[in-house]
């Protein structure tokens, strides 16, 4: 089970460490760091070490290394989960999760760690449980705490803890009861040169913000839930409902959570709602080349494309760029050698386009690799795969609650390769 | 108002103005002092100085003050044992009070106070809230059990904690059964064998309703519980299955991952033509992809993973090969895994897609990427015959980038699939020579040479491209060189004519001027094939080589369905069984053959040239084995023969036969033996000679082993004494005719611990023998005398004499063909006469040979299950105990006896000088004369040995 956590930064200082089991010395870390300095790049550090005596699992977030000590056989899986958890339950406390957040309430962290993990097993790990257990540093609070004396742990004991529903607590009350879904897609994409589609697959997430008072029972039905065959659910959907009638029938949690997340992966499902048109040259022995590359949207459903931003990994010879804009501004950086084109929206009167010269390092030879295009974007009011949500019940309680559903389509690993063709 | 604040006092009286804090008045002002203590603590700061004043502040109702003191206890009550004492009347306080959240917490700090004395007040309390009414109360118990057993195992099993454990599995709060699975498991873990999760249909069902109910981390302990259970048969399976399939479908991975487990491992069970069998493959695919578009440290977990799965069941994922092309912002080690599963998927469908994708990987920054994508390309073209062809032409594109790895990553590749489609692609090699000179690495100019060596004939300036590698000769690696002797000899035997020079240079560059053992040796041995009968070297340097398999890399399957059941954990991370890395998983011992030491002989025939004389104190070099395997020329088994010293001194570089003929010619079979062993041991080849003790032992079996045998020696001690093994009626081994008169007649007999050769030498010579001595040549367990042969008084005609002569196991080991040979010269005042004999396997095993019933299981299990052997011993009618009284006596020590359905199981150990273990069983039927004897052993080749020594030993 999970022996010890040390937090480091960038710079390899460990500035928090915690011990579940005995102590730990933190030179255990030194076979981190010389992991670290192996992979150059911070995101390059293998996720599990092995030492002599210890393994070390750990991940990178927000600029910090989580890195856990572990003894004996644990499946990798669950550590790095729970990591990942406890990075997401900082995130939730404090707003971000960095180290400056983390320092500023280190007392909380160990309050919170001491409550997420008892010998190694994971004792709470659900917001809303720990958010009674411990309460969440708000100024408002702190002042009141202080004036008062009160203290910022709870006392009784969570009342979610032990139901057959650890998620929600009991006694929720609210003055205007809400259920808000957002459905997030995000398209995975690599189109190659000729402008055909390598791969593609969505992404997509329901992230639900429930604000209802007391024990609502929710049903919540698609349109279209044949798009829905590979998904994972929060724990709270009672699964034999969506085999049987594919409905997502659930008591919510408290607050802001995912209810479930999808992959829509077959071909003729996934549109790909932008194009690019482009011409990138390197001429052979002279020190120059030629860049040249349109957007335009495609099949997106009458929607408007925006928020569009074209980043390229530029060959190590380029030494700098001189283009013309029509829509948006571009920046190079000739050290990293990204050229960042953020172009807004798209219309498709006028579609935006971005050309002119690249100045190679004099006697360098024609670069080998062609760069490829990322491409991000969003397309508001609109799930790309045609998920439509039908219907929203609730059982159980009397109250008539306020509704939404939002739409959203994003890009996600979204490139156009200018070098091959298939 | 934040937490920084309590980092900011550095002055030095810090812990002086804390310690006054700590002790005031004011509720609040103690709290701020105990929040700057516990900040202190988590930055590694020592602030133990302060456990009186800390502890002083636990007697509070403010719970979050509480919090912090027990927070502070944890940490620090181990440096401060009698002071912890004070604290321990607070606790068991707590633990009785009203709130069930103050109770818990209290039962769960005790458990973490690392501390003898207080563990003994947590008895009591434990008791008691195992029990408690709350369930969230019981749940922290059962996994302070795990806590306390962790402190002191005995103390948990006395109190009776295990049972209430296992009650609590039954338990009506799913949570409470999951900790209690939790605990229980953690437990098992370091008592393998201790049964304490015994699993029957009824407890399943149990766990199986808790999982749906549990929370995420509890389904993670079920379902690895689960997956220890064996379903008696199929439909069991199935429904098994059945109850787990929707766990797929969870947001947290570790959930999946471990329901993949369950599966993969119940699958076996089910038929194939089932539907459901079909239905639950295609419901295994969605997960693992999802499982990839995590967070890349989840990704790289699951890819291990699916690695493991796509070599078990390939079908699951076939058609998902795009999911894993390698995305230009993966992590490195994300992309190199990716690549390895693309090469497992490829095919004749898809090879298209995946070689363009490898060809544009092949042009990326990262240079370890690169490299391995290169090599994949190699890999498809082995992999996929229909593809070698563009395989090839890819790997041609790339050279022409003169991008220096690339190019030497490719010609690499290349020769490897010039093995696999000999005289195909031949046509290539004028472009690969164009790039001889820009191959810095050693692997790329050992495969160039090789290739050069190989085609010789098609290459009209092989000579002089082979010359000018051997200008810097010197400076190679090791594998370089090797390389260049066995291109230029073949080159020589190829065109004779013009390199002649050339191979002379070669010869006394490898034998003269090198300090390396195997170079040499091989050298030696191209010198003598060619100077004795070149026909002969022809046929073995240019024999026709083995063509090498499709999938180089495929993990063996037993090992494969090992790991198969450690999906998701460290073990399928690794692609190593958890026995071989994991520490503290007792009980298991891993052996493997011990290493031959003991070889203090040098050798002497090629050491006696003068140039090379002071070589022998270097260190043994075993070449790296991989790229030469298969090639017939890695004969570099030391000198053939470094025969019986008696006439070693007149050996003469060149003229190397003078001993060797007598020997040669009467181990006519050995040089068999030899070949075959090529590859095989390199520790035995590399220190042909040297004193090289033991450059095979793998680190850190060493230990355990150590230890397991500590016990044994004090378990042994009054068997030893009694034994006396069977011993074979003597027969001639040396017939008067062919030793001028004199008759050698013998057997082997082992008595309390010492081994002896029963001699009779009989003159049937007319003149008077003397000045005997006797030699034996190396063998394959070191078999050597320990004394000079003792013959009073010279040996007149018609007489006989009985002699028993000692003999000891430290002599030099050569593995012998049988494995039981033993080929002796004995000296006279007339000649020397060799002859050879086979020893009963049995003067070998040691009085020690009992193992410890845990280890024997632990050693049987580890055992693959290709080294089992069985053998039938016929016409035995003795019963169980009169064979295991017997067998006793050979020090063949019977470990445990069964009774199964009517018929005797004996189950036995023995031990070798040499240290390897063979374990047996050994099954009697009441009316039938045939027993069934399996053997396992690390070392299957002894099996056929050992069992003709029960044979005899229980025919005798």
């Known amino acids: 089970m999970i022996h010890s956590l040390f937090l480091i930064n960038c710079s390899g200082d460990i500035f928090l460490e915690k011990h579940w089991k005995s102590v730990v010395s933190q030179s255990v870390c030194d076979y981190f760091f010389e992991a670290q300095e192996k992979a150059i790049d911070v995101e390059n550090v293998p996720p599990v070490i092995s030492t002599p005596h210890h393994y070390l699992i750990s991940i990178y977030r927000d600029k910090i290394f989580f890195v856990s000590v572990i003894q004996t056989e644990v499946p990798p899986l669950f550590v790095i989960e729970f990591l990942h958890r406890v990075a997401d339950t900082f995130q939730d406390y404090f707003g971000e999760c960095s180290e400056t957040a983390i320092k500023d309430n280190v007392v909380i962290v160990y309050e919170l760690l001491e409550e997420m993990l008892d010998n190694g097993f994971p004792l709470a790990t659900e917001s809303n449980i720990l958010k009674e257990l411990i309460k969440p540093p708000t100024i408002l609070r702190s002042v009141v705490n202080s004036i008062t004396g009160s203290s910022n742990v709870g006392d009784t004991l969570p009342t979610g803890q032990l139901s057959n529903i650890p998620w929600r607590r009991a006694g929720v009350k609210y003055t205007n009861n ?45 349109m279209n839930p044949r798009l829905l065959d590979d998904v994972s659910f929060h724990p709270c959907i009672r699964f034999k409902r969506w085999e049987s009638e594919r409905v997502l029938s659930f008591i919510p949690p408290d607050g802001n959570f995912r209810l479930i997340s999808y992959r829509v992966s077959s071909q003729n499902l996934v549109a790909i709602p932008v194009y690019v048109k482009h011409m990138i040259s390197f001429k052979e022995n002279s020190s120059s080349g030629r860049f040249d590359v349109t957007i335009g949207p495609k099949q997106n459903m009458g929607k408007t494309v925006e928020g569009v931003v074209m980043t390229v990994h530029m060959p190590k010879a380029v030494l700098n760029m001189n283009l013309t804009a029509t829509q948006g501004s571009y920046t190079f950086d000739p050290v990293t050698k990204v050229l960042t084109w953020d172009v807004g929206k798209i219309t498709p009167q006028k579609l935006p386009n971005l050309k002119g010269i690249v100045n190679l390092q004099s006697g360098a030879p024609k670069p080998e690799e062609n760069p490829s295009l990322n491409i991000q974007f969003k397309i508001q009011q609109l799930a790309i795969s045609g998920l439509k949500v039908n219907r929203l019940d609730m059982y159980g309680e009397k109250y008539k609650p306020f509704k939404g559903v939002k739409y959203i389509t994003k890009a996600g690993k979204f490139q156009v390769i200018t070098g091959r063709e298939y | ?188 873990e370091s008592h393998p064998s201790s049964n ?63 329901a993949v487990k369950v599966l993969m491992k119940f699958m076996e069970m089910l038929s194939k033509d089932l539907d459901y069998y079909g239905t639950l493959l295609k419901k295994l695919a969605p997960p693992l992809v999802t499982l990839l578009s995590a967070e890349p440290e989840l990704q790289y977990v699951a890819l291990r993973n699916i690695n493991l799965i796509v070599q078990k069941r390939p079908e699951i994922l076939k058609h998902e090969m795009k999911v894993f092309f390698v995305k230009y912002n993966d992590p490195i080690y994300v992309k190199l895994e990716k690549l390895d599963i693309m090469i497992r998927l490829a095919s004749q469908a898809n090879i298209a897609q995946v070689l363009a994708e490898l060809k544009e990987y092949a042009t990326e920054v990262d240079v370890d990427f690169v490299r391995k994508a290169v090599r994949a390309i190699g890999r498809c073209a082995i992999k996929v015959e229909q593809s070698a062809e563009r395989c090839v032409s890819t790997l041609l594109d790339l050279i022409q980038t003169k991008v220096n790895y690339v190019v030497q990553e490719a010609i690499v590749v290349i020769k490897d699939i010039f093995r696999k489609y000999p005289n195909k692609y031949e046509s290539v090699i004028a472009t690969l020579c164009e790039n001889l000179d ?45 390389q260049l002797l066995t291109a230029i000899v073949k080159l020589f035997l190829k065109k004779p004519t013009e390199t002649q020079e050339l191979v002379q240079q070669v010869l006394s560059l490898a034998t003269q001027d090198s300090d390396n053992p195997d170079l040499r040796d091989r050298g030696y041995i191209y010198w003598r094939l060619l100077s004795t009968d070149p026909v002969a070297a022809k046929e073995v340097v240019l024999a026709e080589k083995p063509l090498i398999s499709e999938e180089t890399d495929l993990i063996e399957p037993t090992l494969l369905d090992e790991l198969i059941c450690y999906i998701g954990t460290l073990a399928s991370v690794y692609h190593k069984p958890p026995s071989a890395f994991v520490e503290g998983s007792r009980g298991v011992v891993h052996k493997s053959l011990p290493p031959r030491t003991g070889s203090s002989e040098s050798a002497e025939s090629p050491e006696a040239a003068p140039s090379a004389g002071q070589a022998a104190e270097q260190p043994a070099v075993i070449p790296a084995q991989g790229d030469l395997l298969g090639d017939l020329l890695n004969l570099d088994l030391g000198p053939p023969v470094s025969g019986p010293p008696l006439a070693a001194s007149s050996v003469q570089m060149g003229a190397v036969d003078l001993l060797g003929g007598g020997l040669d010619s009467l181990m006519g079979d050995e040089s068999e033996g030899l070949r075959s062993d090529v590859g095989g041991s390199p520790a035995m080849g590399g220190g042909g000679g040297f004193a090289a003790p033991g450059p095979a032992v793998p680190a850190g079996v060493g230990a355990p082993l150590g230890s397991g045998l500590g016990d044994l020696f004090d378990l042994t001690g009054g068997v030893g004494t009694l034994s006396g093994s069977y011993v074979a009626p003597k027969s001639v081994w040396l017939p008067a005719m062919k030793a001028k008169g004199l008759e050698i007649s013998g057997t082997f007999s082992r008595q309390v611990g010492s081994i002896s050769m029963d001699l009779v030498l009989t003159n049937k010579a007319l003149q008077v023998m003397s000045d005997f001595a006797i030699q034996f040549n190396r063998n394959s367990f070191g078999l050597a005398p320990a004394a000079p042969l003792q013959v009073h008084a010279p040996l007149a005609p018609n007489q006989s004499v009985e002699i028993s002569l000692p003999l000891n196991t430290v002599g030099s080991v050569m593995k012998m063909d049988p494995l039981n040979n033993l080929q002796v010269a ?131």
Not at chain 2, 205 to 233: H, R, S, V
């Open chain 1, 178 to 222: 809400e259920a808000y879904f957002d459905v997030i897609e995000e398209i995975d994409a690599i189109i190659d040169k000729s402008g055909s589609t390598v791969f593609a697959e969505i992404q997509g997430v329901i992230d639900s913000c429930i604000k209802l008072s007391g024990m609502p029972d929710l049903s919540l039905s698609f």
């Open chain 2, 1 to 188: 108002m934040t937490d920084s604040k309590y980092f900011t006092t550095t002055k030095k009286g810090e812990i002086f103005e804390l310690k006054a804090e700590l002790n005031s008045d004011k509720k609040e002002k103690k709290k701020e002092a105990v929040k700057k203590v516990i900040a202190s603590m988590t930055v590694g700061k020592d602030v133990s100085a302060l456990f009186p004043d800390v502890v002083n502040c636990m007697q509070t109702d403010n719970l979050e003050l509480k919090k912090l003191v027990y927070l502070y206890l944890m940490n620090y009550a181990k440096s401060q044992p009698d002071m912890a004492i004070m604290a321990v009347n607070t606790f068991v306080k707590d633990c009785e009070d009203p709130n069930p959240l103050i109770r818990a917490l209290a039962v769960r700090t005790m458990g973490c106070i690392r501390v003898d004395k207080i563990t003994e007040y947590l008895c009591e309390p434990l008791r008691k809230c195992l029990k408690d009414e709350d369930p969230y109360v019981r749940k922290t118990a059962a996994v302070c059990v795990a806590k306390l057993h962790d402190i002191n195992a005995q103390l948990v099993e006395d109190q009776g904690f295990l049972d209430t454990l296992k009650d609590l599995i039954s338990d009506s709060n799913p949570m409470v059964v999951a900790n209690a699975v939790a605990a229980l498991s953690e437990i098992s």
């Open chain 2, 196 to 258: 304490l999760l015994d699993l029957n249909p009824q407890s399943i069902n149990k766990l199986l309703t808790a999982l749906n109910e549990c929370t995420e981390w509890g389904q993670i302990f079920i379902l690895d519980c689960l997956a220890n259970y064996m379903p008696k048969d199929d439909r069991e399976a199935q429904s098994i299955c059945e109850r787990v399939t929707p766990r797929l479908s969870h947001a947290n991975s570790a959930v999946v991952l471990s």
């Open chain 2, 438 to 482: 820009s191959l810095d690495e050693p692997e790329a100019r050992a495969a160039m040479i090789w290739i050069v060596g190989e085609y010789a004939e098609r290459i009209d300036n092989a000579d002089e491209l082979l010359e000018s590698f051997l200008e810097g000769f010197h400076d190679e690696s090791t594998q370089v060189q090797l």
């Open chain 2, 826 to 956: 004995v000296k006279n005042n007339i000649d020397v006469f060799y002859f050879s004999t086979l020893y009963p396997l049995h003067i070998l095993f040691v009085e020690d040979g009992k193992m410890e019933r845990q280890m024997f299981l632990a050693t049987w299990k580890d055992i693959p299950n290709e080294n089992e052997a069985q053998f039938q011993l016929k016409d035995c009618s003795l019963s169980a105990d009169a064979v295991s009284s017997k067998l006793q006596g050979s020090n063949i020590f019977t470990i445990a006896k069964r009774n199964v359905e009517g018929q005797d199981m004996l189950y036995q150990s023995l031990k070798l000088t040499n240290g390897i273990w063979v374990l047996a069983e050994l099954r009697i039927q009441p009316s039938n004369p045939t027993l069934t004897l399996s053997l396992k052993c690390r070392a299957p080749e002894v099996s056929q040995h050992v069992f003709q020594a029960y044979d005899t030993i229980l025919k005798n």
